[in-house]
Antibody
């Protein structure tokens, strides 16, 4: 059974950093691209970042470029999202997701809440 | 960015009804569109990928169609467990989601 389990969320002050992790199991992690998607009540669902199978290619939405870094450790079956210079508008539930046939997301984690507030 | 407009925002229907949800892109997205179902308090779930391909394990009452800028998700016979919010998602350029259609039981 495919499982994606996020961790690392919490309350953080504006301008500070936070690192999310996503532990994968139930499939060959190194064979799949991975992604982070976030959701807020006001802006809805937003794709945040994606990473290729080997980690050599990464992609970001414009609003997080230069502030967020997606990475993965295939030996640990884990992907990460390093979030720096956090802003209030980054407050959201962050989902880890597996890519399928390009940019489709075929499995999602349960989500982790990130709140950016002073 | 490509804008995805879903309609209606809220849809009330009865068990057994045929339900059609619409999604319109601001430009041609070449069938690069998925549909996701999100039940309250849960993560989104893939229903349909690349316009009309049913994801493994999804009931056959769900189907997708469309081309160019106009796409639809159809539920042939609504079931109580289908109450959820449905999102379309395009990945032709700069991936974006629609705002969702909330499906309720009448």
């Amino acid at each position: 059974e495919v499982q994606l389990v996020e961790s690392g969320g919490g309350l953080v002050q504006p301008g500070r950093s936070l690192k999310l992790s996503c532990a994968a199991s139930g499939f060959t992690f190194s064979n799949y691209g991975m992604a982070w998607v976030r959701q807020t009540p006001t802006k809805g669902l937003e794709w945040v970042a994606s990473i290729s199978t080997g980690g050599g290619n990464t992609y970001y939405r414009d609003s997080v470029k230069g502030r967020f870094t997606i990475s993965r450790d295939n030996a640990k079956n884990t992907q990460y999202l390093q979030m720096d210079s956090l802003r209030s508008e980054d407050t959201a539930t962050y989902y880890c997701a597996r890519h399928h046939y390009g940019y489709t997301f075929d499995y999602w984690g349960q989500g982790v809440m990130v709140t950016v507030s002073s | 960015d490509i804008q995805m407009t879903q309609s209606p925002p809220v849809l009330s229907a009865s068990v057994g009804d045929r339900v059609t949800l619409s999604c319109k892109a601001s430009q041609n997205i070449n069938k690069n569109l998925d549909w996701y179902q999100q039940k309250h308090g849960e993560a989104p779930k893939l229903l349909i990928y690349y316009t009309n391909n049913l994801q493994t394990g999804i009931p056959s009452r769900f189907s997708g169609s469309g081309s160019g800028t106009d796409y639809t998700l159809t539920i042939s016979s609504l079931q109580p467990e289908d109450v959820a919010t449905y999102y379309c998602y395009q990945y032709n350029s700069g991936p974006t989601f629609g705002a969702g259609t909330k499906l309720e039981l009448k």
